[in-house]
């Protein structure tokens, strides 16, 4: 029963967080009515997938990688790569022009949060773009 209990905690990964980012997971979780503990898995879940995962060999690779590191495999098919791909396409059919930068403003975001996040200003308001449809 030792050896059971030892395994299951191998595969977990502890994190200590400053207070404010534990408070606002809490009220994030609470907004989608799961737990903080299942708000985290998705959210990691979410920024793993958006890793540049080698499809041969599974190395993670820097995300403007085009062959992997390890083994030299084209990461065209990577998860990263199919998945940016078709965000710019629908981005790009949606807003025209204007998609683009959306799309670039998007990734910047993905790549280095902390940084777009601090670069938004004190007041911490997101300004939305909408389009009217004809």
């Known amino acids: 029963m030792e050896h059971e209990t030892a395994e299951k905690n191998d595969d977990q990964i502890l994190l200590r967080l400053p207070k404010t980012l534990k408070t606002q997971i ?5 907004l989608e009515g799961i737990t903080s503990q299942e708000w985290i898995r998705k959210a990691v879940s979410y920024r793993v997938s958006l890793l540049n995962v080698c ?9 403007t990688a085009k062959y992997c590191n390890e083994c030299g495999t084209s990461l065209k098919e990577s998860k990263r790569t199919l998945y940016m791909e078709w965000m710019a396409q629908n981005l790009e059919e949606e807003f025209g022009e204007m998609g683009r930068q959306l799309f670039s403003d998007w990734m910047k975001l993905v790549d280095n949060p902390e ?4 670069s938004i200003g004190k007041d911490g308001k997101w300004v939305v773009v909408t389009r009217e449809h004809p």
């Open 115 to 118: 940084a777009q996040i601090k």
């Open 55 to 63: 499809p041969s060999c599974g190395t993670i690779n820097i995300p």
């Open 26 to 30: 809490e009220t994030a979780a609470k």
